[in-house]
């Protein structure tokens, strides 16, 4: 019988995994299955584009993935049941088949309820945004953290009338580059940011002055030090009692995991994110490895790496070289953890590239400008090249599983 696979999610992480995974492993001892609630790739950096009024092709996930041997089953997760080993899907959309068949093509499972078993399971449903309770911001609040949310603010957006008002909450990297995308693509709104703290305190002293100069020529206003504490359909209301106009509030104050980790009995931290060791298996069932939001990974310099698409790039390579080397009994290596940085887009011409030091805190040098907007360009559209291309450099010989013998000899020693 073939070792069962099943990816959950079809994000940065989850997609890379599974291509990963396709490349260096024998179809004829495994079946690599990934599960999507919808039958896109999303390129969620690049959302706050799309909610501008940029257009983003589409990668449909069964173009991306046929001929890989990866299965795509179009589905919800509900939940997990990790003393089984299966995972509960739905379909909330009826029947349907993706087409293909596990030899080639992307496909199969599309419909219904079910479930789905696994040997090893890959958990990268990646994360939401997180309204904190703040009153009416779940009800009037946009927010770029999924497809259909972009659209709805880009259908806003366009049905807004020169003068109106756009308010960003949060100052972190979607903060600020969401609110440049709309400064520059629509100069005839009044377009302002919230930011609980300093604009750009996180940068170095001379990208932070990079930053208020780009501000500046966009003509962004700024509220420093100014938490939101409600929001209305034509204001929100600051922590000070400050009335700020609104027509549209667009939300970027922090992201959340789903729950479903929690609720299927895995270790969790605080943040809901699964608890893995060192290669990014869990260390409640170690069938099960996370990778992107999902995962609480520490990284190389003792800190939980942060929520963004490097990391889904770290943990997801670092999952993918544990689960091969697991199945074909090598040694476990052990891939970088390490946080060089970001990468901030300032509207399209112009950008912040700003490195940090072993503690995350940023070092002197920076560049900006539009070198450094190509830079963040080259990036994004490295990893949508990456995405569509699950199996370039495929080897042309994959790796075969160890014997059930070897397996259990290097289960024990790891």
């Given at each position: 019988?073939?070792?069962?696979?099943?990816?959950?999610?079809?994000?940065?992480?989850?997609?890379?995994?599974?291509?990963?995974?396709?490349?260096?492993?024998?179809?004829?001892?495994?079946?690599?299955?990934?599960?999507?609630?919808?039958?896109?790739?999303?390129?969620?950096?690049?959302?706050?584009?799309?909610?501008?009024?940029?257009?983003?092709?589409?990668?449909?996930?069964?173009?991306?993935?046929?001929?890989?041997?990866?299965?795509?089953?179009?589905?919800?997760?509900?939940?997990?049941d990790p003393e089984r080993k299966t995972v509960a899907v739905t379909d909330e959309d009826g029947g349907g088949d993706a087409g293909g068949d596990a030899g080639g093509d992307a496909g199969g499972d599309v419909g219904g309820d079910g479930e789905l078993a696994y040997d090893t399971l890959i958990y990268a449903l990646g994360s939401s945004v997180a309204h904190r309770g703040v009153p009416g911001a779940?009800?009037?609040?946009?927010?770029?953290?999924?497809?259909?949310?972009?659209?709805?603010?880009?259908?806003?957006?366009?049905?807004?009338?020169?003068?109106?008002?756009?308010?960003?909450?949060?100052?972190?990297?979607?903060?600020?580059?969401?609110?440049?995308?709309?400064?520059?693509?629509?100069?005839?709104?009044?377009?302002?940011?919230?930011?609980?703290?300093?604009?750009?305190?996180?940068?170095?002293?001379?990208?932070?002055?990079?930053?208020?100069?780009?501000?500046?020529?966009?003509?962004?206003?700024?509220?420093?030090?100014?938490?939101?504490?409600?929001?209305?359909?034509?204001?929100?209301?600051?922590?000070?009692?400050?009335?700020?106009?609104?027509?549209?509030?667009?939300?970027?104050?922090?992201?959340?995991?789903?729950?479903?980790?929690?609720?299927?009995?895995?270790?969790?931290?605080?943040?809901?994110?699964?608890?893995?060791?060192?290669?990014?298996?869990?260390?409640?069932?170690?069938?099960?490895?996370?990778?992107?939001?999902?995962?609480?990974?520490?990284?190389?310099?003792?800190?939980?790496?942060?929520?963004?698409?490097?990391?889904?790039?770290?943990?997801?390579?670092?999952?993918?070289?544990?689960?091969?080397?697991?199945?074909?009994?090598?040694?476990?290596?052990?891939?970088?953890?390490?946080?060089?940085?970001?990468?901030?887009?300032?509207?399209?011409?112009?950008?912040?590239?700003?490195?940090?030091?072993?503690?995350?805190?940023?070092?002197?040098?920076?560049?900006?400008?539009?070198?450094?907007?190509?830079?963040?360009?080259?990036?994004?559209?490295?990893?949508?090249?990456?995405?569509?291309?699950?199996?370039?450099?495929?080897?042309?010989?994959?790796?075969?599983?160890?014997?059930?013998?070897?397996?259990?000899?290097?289960?024990?020693?790891?």
């Amino acid at each position: 019988m073939k070792h069962r696979i099943v990816v959950l999610g079809a994000g940065y992480a989850g997609a890379f995994a599974a291509g990963n995974l396709a490349r260096r492993l024998s179809p004829a001892d495994t079946e690599i299955t990934v599960v999507n609630a919808v039958p896109d790739f999303v390129e969620r950096m690049r959302l706050h584009q799309l909610a501008s009024g940029q257009d983003l092709a589409l990668r449909k996930l069964a173009d991306v993935f046929a001929g890989t041997a990866v299965r795509l089953r179009l589905a919800r997760v509900t939940g997990i049941d990790p003393e089984r080993k299966t995972v509960a899907v739905t379909d909330e959309d009826g029947g349907g088949d993706a087409g293909g068949d596990a030899g080639g093509d992307a496909g199969g499972d599309v419909g219904g309820d079910g479930e789905l078993a696994y040997d090893t399971l890959i958990y990268a449903l990646g994360s939401s945004v997180a309204h904190r309770g703040v009153p009416g911001a779940a009800e009037y609040a946009f927010d770029v953290t999924s497809r259909p949310s972009a659209l709805r603010l880009r259908e806003r957006l366009a049905r807004l009338g020169a003068g109106g008002t756009v308010l960003v909450v949060g100052e972190g990297l979607t903060g600020i580059e969401s609110v440049t995308e709309f400064a520059e693509s629509r100069p005839d709104l009044s377009v302002a940011l919230a930011a609980r703290g300093e604009l750009g305190a996180w940068l170095s002293p001379k990208a932070r002055d990079h930053l208020r100069r780009a501000f500046d020529r966009l003509g962004i206003t700024v509220h420093e030090h100014t938490g939101i504490e409600a929001v209305e359909p034509v204001r929100a209301i600051a922590d000070d009692g400050t009335s700020i106009p609104a027509d549209v509030t667009v939300w970027s104050a922090g992201f959340i995991v789903q729950p479903i980790a929690a609720a299927s009995g895995l270790e969790v931290a605080g943040t809901g994110q699964i608890v893995v060791d060192r290669t990014m298996r869990s260390v409640s069932h170690p069938d099960v490895y996370a990778a992107g939001d999902s995962a609480y990974a520490i990284g190389d310099n003792g800190l939980p790496l942060p929520m963004s698409c490097a990391s889904a790039g770290f943990t997801n390579m670092q999952a993918t070289a544990a689960i091969i080397a697991r199945l074909t009994g090598s040694k476990v290596p052990t891939t970088g953890l390490k946080y060089q940085g970001n990468h901030i887009s300032l509207g399209r011409r112009d950008a912040i590239i700003q490195m940090v030091d072993r503690d995350v805190r940023a070092k002197s040098w920076f560049l900006g400008g539009r070198t450094a907007a190509r830079i963040k360009s080259g990036v994004l559209m490295g990893a949508g090249w990456g995405i569509a291309h699950p199996t370039f450099g495929m080897p042309k010989r994959k790796r075969r599983l160890a014997t059930v013998s070897d397996l259990a000899e290097v289960r024990g020693a790891a």
